[in-house]
């Protein structure tokens, strides 16, 4: 069974950094993508950011050269690092599993997906 379990979340000022992380477990024996999505308030779900079984990156206009992806295997932990927070970051974050091993922004399906944390930015 997959478990996802996100941290780091909290209120920053605008221009302002957080470090996401993600405790996954369930699929050690898989081939997986990994990635973040948000979810604001009235706004459909946006995928922010994901890495690739390989460690290939790829990240939504909005957020890309503020945010970077990473993961840990031998720790099984995902992270996002969000530099140059806008206001307009504001969300609820969530780590997500996708069974296909080299997705994209653009392709990933969020299989699996944790209870988000919430961040916040303000002007």
């Known amino acids: 069974q997959v478990h996802l379990v996100e941290s780091g979340g909290g209120s920053v000022q605008s221009g302002g950094s957080l470090r996401l992380s993600c405790a996954a477990s369930?699929?050690?024996?898989?081939?997986?993508?990994m990635g973040w999505f948000r979810q604001a308030p009235g706004n459909e779900r946006e995928g922010v950011a994901v890495?690739?079984?390989?460690?290939?990156?790829s990240y939504a206009d909005s957020v890309k050269g503020r945010f970077t992806i990473s993961q840990d295997n031998a720790k099984n932990t995902l992270n996002l690092q969000m530099n140059s927070l806008e206001p307009e970051d504001t969300a609820i974050y969530c780590c997500?599993?996708?069974?296909?091993?080299?997705?994209?922004?653009?392709?990933?399906?969020?299989?699996?997906w944790g209870q988000g944390t919430q961040v916040t930015v303000s002007s």
């Open positions: 997500a599993l996708d069974w296909w091993s080299r997705a994209r922004i653009a392709t990933i399906t969020h299989d699996y």
């Open positions: 369930g699929y050690s024996d898989r081939s997986v993508s």
């Open positions: 890495i690739d079984t390989d460690g290939f990156t």
